[in-house]
């Protein structure tokens, strides 16, 4: 069900002092849709999310929001939500207060003030709260007190801008879900930014990778660990094994592992390239196995009991991998050969 | 175990302790023995009369409007300047910051003089002024009226309210203004219902400092308000000193031991609640870029009226000591070395810098080695007793020193504490002055010094006195150093007290100035104008130093942020 899109960016360029901190960024986002963007700091994420906001205001490029183009709109008449860093919440308003801010600058009555408050409260949860001050809450009751202020006033796009980066991993991992179901919940239309990738693989529709000002790639969660385009990205996601070699025109992809044979090998046309192994993509095997698949010998270098699998370091020449293999069968010992059976769609050719 | 521990802990608290025994409540004592039994006798009839009196309401009132206009004018012209200080980034932010501490720094007399030499009858502006259109008499005339020590009062103030609130203000959030506007609050909206609330507590406090500051006054009133007008604190004075009547001097200065009592403890409650820093620079946060021709000309305007408020008194004050009936000269400054038949000294008049160096020099030693006692036993005790001792040493700051000279000449002159003739008077009173300063210094950095870093130490042999010298002496000598440049610079401006304890032999800078005021003739007044400006940059050339010596001198700072270093009170060098 594709639909116009509500959001769209073209070629958003942004510098700071004569350096370059965004470099012609192109995206669109559909209404209901949750985009993340991820990034490691200094990537220019936070840059991407104020200026679409309009808390910052030099850019080249549009911006076009509904089939406006927002340059010169000031941010409090966009009517977008933001959910900040450490939430910014103001500490001389008790949690209704927060909440409320929204509605009050709108001009609603109290009654349907009063009515939009308990439909946010019922939302996010926090209803026996409201008379509190801003520092008797837990951190998770602060993100969802400003979860609520940014909703209650029905934005028609939420940002938020790493919400969860102070609270612990328990926390986060629970509110990152519940979060997403709220957003479904109200299809709203959401830029979430965050470094950390697993939130961003559990919160969004699409992610896009930004690195140092670019947009490295815009792809589903699934679609980005599965072919992640490039090394910085590659590199990002947390894959390490990367090894070069010589891509030949059949297909074939000759590196210290051997020849290996390469599905979908765009062009084929034979070039140097870097050729990712992800680390689930690897089953022990006997020496001899039937078909066509890659089979590569390594001698063990250390192998780590993990619970669900083992995490094993193998070296191959000059090459080092690391696997994560079933615990069934359980790897040979350190210093032993073990021969590996690859799954092919595990093998990604990076581009350059 | 824990009881020779405890007695360990006292050690350093007790110098402290008895000195403010014998030199502050020992002279309270005397001060209200002196108001309910004048010549120790009980005489119902004449207490009566004595508290009748319609002087008390007249110079109470007096004494509170001009301090609360005085706070009202302050703070209309200090917020605009709080604003573009926490808001902005602009060419020569650093200097002005700089020019703001002078001010702290600054001697009442010395203020005072400075303002003479601008607008006073003989001042530089009405001379020229009289040059330029050919007048026969002076243009301004605002001498010995309100007005003038109001403008002294706001010179002295406006860094205050400045810095205080500039720097809370700057310390704000910006995602809060972020906030607000992405929830719809247009700028104005913002301002009236996140920012002003968020900051009213720091515009409090710093209303509540100016007013205890103005409200105690002395001598700015004394010297720039005349005869006719009369705060408390001169009122005491002149009972005291004039008009000998000591019994009214002690009744006065109870009712202003009163009345600051409250004042402070109204400020101590409403900062410890909103922890409104007192020291701070006005820099924290991002400053924004000035990008519109609008804001540039606010903010011209502002550190325009800075500059004239600021540095136009300074830059008379010196200005009028070189320049004589017929040009430019240096005789003020020559007359100071010679005795002559014409001078009101026994003594050339330079033996008073001496003096004072030398008062400041034993006075901050003394402060120094008591403060760091006081302060090395508040950081040790518990929370609940450590608060209440911690009010007991602030105490001094609370009366006005005025009151304590007064006490000084009531009680010490005679056994069994005779110091009338002693040069050690004046030194104490200086003492008493500047250690709850040093105490203010010290006492956060050591507060701060995490107390792991002293088992670390103990765990590795170090005994009690070894911890002390190793880990706490070195990381507060920092603070130490600044309090010793406080209570120094408090001690050579020191005037309130002074007036009353030093001898006619022995003057210091501050009380020869004001003789000099007090006397007719060019020469008198130009050599007021000479000592002013060598007092005023003795003192601000300390502080000088301390910024120099911060440069060179990188003492390792505590693993956890430490707080700015300078106090939390105002350093009232020489107030009143």
């Not at chain 2, 003089?113 to 243009?139: E, H, M, Q, T």
């Not at chain 2, 400045?162 to 992405?182: N, T």
């Not at chain 2, 009547?245 to 200065?253: K, T, Y």
């Not at chain 2, 000269?329 to 810098?353: C, H, K, M, N, Q």
Request: aromatic letters at 10%; glycine letters at 8%.
């Amino acid at each position: 069900m594709k639909t116009a899109p509500i959001l769209e960016i073209n070629s958003l360029s942004n510098s700071y002092q004569g350096a370059l901190l965004l470099d012609n960024i192109s995206f669109s986002l559909s209404k209901g849709e949750i985009l993340c963007l991820l990034g490691p700091s200094g990537s220019g994420k936070t840059t991407l999310l104020r200026l679409v906001a309009g808390l910052e205001k030099e850019y080249e490029g549009t911006i076009i929001f509904a089939g406006r183009d927002v340059r010169g709109i000031p941010p409090h008449q966009r009517n977008f939500g933001m959910m900040f860093q450490e939430y910014a919440l103001f500490p001389h308003r008790n949690v209704h207060q927060n909440i409320t801010f929204g509605l009050e600058m709108q001009g609603y009555s109290s009654e349907l003030l009063a009515e939009r408050l308990q439909t946010v409260l019922d939302l996010v949860g926090l209803k026996d709260l409201t008379q509190r001050r801003i520092d008797e809450l837990s951190g998770g009751e602060r993100q969802r007190v400003a979860l609520a202020r940014s909703l209650a006033p029905e934005p028609h796009l939420l940002l938020l801008d790493e919400p969860l980066g102070s609270l612990d991993r328990t926390l986060r991992d629970r509110l990152t879900a519940e979060i997403r179901a709220i957003l479904k919940k109200r299809n709203m239309t959401t830029i979430f930014v965050t470094h950390d990738q697993a939130e961003a693989f559990s919160i969004a529709d699409k992610v896009a990778v930004l690195h140092a000002g670019r947009l490295q790639q815009l792809d589903s969660p699934e679609s980005l660990y599965r072919r992640p385009l490039n090394k910085t990205v590659a590199g990002f996601l947390g894959f390490t094994n990367l090894v070069s070699g010589n891509l030949e025109a059949d297909g074939t992809f000759l590196s210290p592992l051997g020849s290996l044979q390469i599905e979908n090998a765009e062009g084929k046309i034979p070039r140097q390239a870097t050729l990712l192994l992800r680390p689930e993509g690897a089953v022990l095997c006997r020496e001899k196995v039937r078909g066509g698949f890659p089979v590569i010998a390594a001698k063990i270098m250390d192998r780590v009991f993990q619970g669900s699998t083992y995490r094993v370091t193998l070296q191959v020449g000059t090459v080092s991998l690391i696997f994560d293999l079933p615990i069934d069968p359980s790897p040979p010992p350190n210093g032993e050969i073990a021969h590996l059976l690859l799954n092919p769609a595990a093998l990604v050719l990076l581009q350059e | 175990m824990s009881r020779p521990r405890s007695l360990y802990r006292w050690l350093p608290f007790s110098l402290p302790f008895l000195f403010l025994v014998l030199f502050y409540f020992y002279p309270l004592f005397g001060i209200v023995r002196q108001s309910f039994l004048p010549d120790g006798i009980w005489d119902p009839e004449r207490l009566s009369n004595l508290l009748g009196s319609p002087v008390y309401g007249r110079i109470l009132w007096f004494t509170t409007w001009q301090a609360a206009l005085s706070t009202f004018l302050t703070l209309l012209l200090a917020l605009p300047g709080a604003y573009i200080f926490a808001r902005y980034r602009f060419f020569g932010k650093n200097l002005f910051q700089a020019l703001l501490t002078v001010p702290f720094v600054l001697p009442t007399v010395v203020t005072a003089a400075a303002f003479r030499a601008l607008l006073g009858p003989n001042g530089l502006l009405n001379s020229w002024l009289v040059s330029a259109f050919d007048l026969s008499g002076p243009v301004i005339r605002i001498d010995q009226t309100v007005t003038f020590f109001l403008l002294a009062h706001i010179f002295y103030n406006y860094a205050l309210v400045l810095r205080i609130v500039g720097g809370y203000w700057a310390g704000l959030e910006p995602d809060l203004r972020a906030a607000a506007a992405m929830l719809g609050a247009s700028p104005w909206q913002t301002f009236r219902k996140i920012t002003l609330p968020l900051l009213m507590p720091a515009v409090g406090s710093a209303a509540l400092l100016v007013f205890i500051f103005c409200f105690t006054s002395f001598g700015v009133v004394l010297i720039l308000g005349g005869p006719s007008h009369a705060t408390i604190e001169v009122e005491i004075y002149r009972q005291a000193v004039q008009l000998f009547n000591l019994p009214m001097a002690a009744a006065l200065s109870l009712i202003q031991i009163g009345v600051n009592f409250l004042l402070m403890w109204l400020h101590a409650r409403l900062s410890a609640k909103s922890r409104v820093p007192f020291y701070s620079d006005a820099d924290a946060g991002v400053p924004e870029e000035v990008n519109s021709p609008k804001k540039r000309l606010f903010i011209t305007a502002n550190l325009l009226l800075m500059g004239v408020l600021l540095l136009a008194p300074l830059l008379a004050l010196v200005v009028r000591s070189v320049i004589g009936t017929d040009g430019l000269t240096l005789s003020y400054y020559r007359a100071l070395f010679s005795a002559g038949s014409d001078s009101i000294f026994f003594v050339e008049p330079v033996a008073a810098v001496i003096n004072s160096v030398g008062f400041a020099l034993a006075a901050m030693t003394a402060a120094v080695i008591l403060g760091t006692g006081a302060a090395t036993f508040l950081a040790s005790s518990g929370h609940k007793s450590s608060s209440w001792w911690d009010a007991l040493l602030m105490l001094p700051l609370a009366t006005s020193a005025v009151t304590l000279g007064f006490g000084y000449i009531i009680t010490l002159n005679r056994p069994p504490l005779n110091l009338r003739d002693s040069l050690f008077i004046v030194v104490i009173a200086h003492t008493l002055v500047a250690f709850p300063f040093v105490v203010r210094c010290i006492l956060p950095t050591l507060r701060h010094i995490p107390q792991s870093l002293r088992e670390a130490a103990a765990l590795l042999g170090a005994s009690p006195r070894r911890i002390w010298l190793r880990i706490d002496l070195p990381i507060i000598s920092r603070a130490i150093l600044v309090g010793a440049v406080f209570a120094f610079s408090i001690s050579m401006g020191e005037f309130g007290a002074s007036a009353f304890v030093t001898r006619p032999h022995m003057p210091t800078m501050p009380v020869a100035i004001f003789r000099f005021l007090g006397q007719p003739g060019e020469m008198n007044y130009g050599q007021a104008m000479a000592m002013s400006t060598i007092l005023m940059l003795v003192t601000c050339s300390g502080f000088w130093l301390l910024g120099r010596l911060n440069m060179w001198y990188d003492v390792p700072k505590p693993p956890v942020p430490m707080p700015t270093a300078g106090p939390t009170t105002k350093p009232t060098t020489g107030k009143p």
